[in-house]
């Protein structure tokens, strides 16, 4: 409603930054006049105490949603959500039931998948060794069922992640990872 939303990451690292680029890309892509206030970082993976003072901050500038990518501090996050009755996004695990219906959603690493592939890799005779990524193309990570949020996001709104998907994994929308691509990315909505 307000226009504005905010990122509480636990560390100021590349990995957190990845989710914070892919979430303002996100963010700007549904709603290029939205304002991402600027990321708070707690400095902690585990403080819940910081997580919901970051998120109380951001809130109080205005943040109708929060997105987290900071660990146990998230729980902080929601709590903040809860107390001032605005909405949150979970990470790496569904989340959603932490705080029924301000959850909007969890954006989840899908652990089992890959744990699946390797297993079925080395049964099938076919495991090669190195780095292999488990993107939305390879199942590797999604979103949460928004079991308690689905009526609050609506039909068109799901119809639209489930478009942004299928560019994503097309290779028609390539997510940002850093700063740099992520400049890139919004410029390029601009034209």
């Not at 998230?74 to 996004?89: C, P, Q």
């Not at 993107?135 to 709104?157: H, P, Q, R, Y």
Request: hydrophobic residues 40%; positive net charge; aromatic residues 8%.
């Amino acid at each position: 409603k307000s226009g504005k939303v905010g990122f509480v990451g636990g560390m100021e690292i590349p990995l957190i930054k990845k989710f914070y680029a892919g979430y303002v890309a996100g963010v700007k892509t549904a709603n290029p006049a939205a304002e991402v206030l600027p990321a708070k970082y707690t400095g902690s993976w585990n403080d819940t105490g910081l997580g919901k003072l970051a998120a109380q901050a951001l809130y109080g500038g205005g943040a109708d949603i929060v997105f987290h990518a900071a660990g146990r501090c998230g729980l902080g996050v929601f709590e903040a959500a809860k107390e001032s009755g605005k909405y949150a996004i979970g990470v790496d695990s569904d989340q959603d039931a932490e705080q029924p219906g301000l959850i909007l959603t969890s954006m989840i690493k899908r652990v089992d998948e890959a744990v699946y592939q390797t297993i079925k890799d080395v049964r099938d005779g076919a495991f090669t060794p190195g780095d292999k990524v488990y993107d939305l193309k390879a199942n590797g990570v999604g979103l949460s069922e928004m079991k308690f949020t689905k009526a609050t996001i609506g039909e068109a709104a799901l119809k639209k992640i489930g478009e942004a998907r299928q560019k994503i994994i097309s290779g028609e929308i390539v997510v940002p990872t850093d700063d740099s691509s992520l400049a890139k990315y919004l410029a390029g909505l601009k034209k």
